[in-house]
């Protein structure tokens, strides 16, 4: 049986609401974390790119997911987390560009 798929306006306000869920999770890991992905604290990685270090926590967390070792959290979990790093990546990329 062929699953019926959304109209257009349904789905970018389906993807409208899941980019909400991954503004307010990036909300809450700030508030938990602090500012580590725009201002990493450095104590072991020494002068490293703000950049490198959300690029290595993106590598870390598909090696897990490659590997099978997510069984901590769902699919959906690790997805959202994705976003959740690859989201400031992109504001971080786009402000280093313009010199800020």
Avoid: H
Avoid at 43 to 56: C, S
Avoid at 59 to 81: C, I, P, Q, Y
């Amino acid at each position: 049986m062929k699953r019926e798929t959304m109209g257009n306006e349904q789905f970018i306000d389906a993807c409208q609401e899941v980019a909400n869920e991954v503004v307010e999770l990036l909300r809450e890991k700030n508030l938990s974390y602090g500012n580590s992905l725009q201002n990493p604290i450095g104590i072991f990685a020494k002068g490293e790119d703000r950049t490198r270090t959300i690029r290595v926590r993106i590598d870390d967390k598909l090696a897990r997911f490659a590997r099978g070792n997510m069984s901590f959290e769902s699919e959906e979990d690790t997805v959202k987390d994705l976003l959740g790093y690859l989201i400031p990546l992109l504001v971080i990329m786009r402000e280093d560009a313009c010199g800020a």
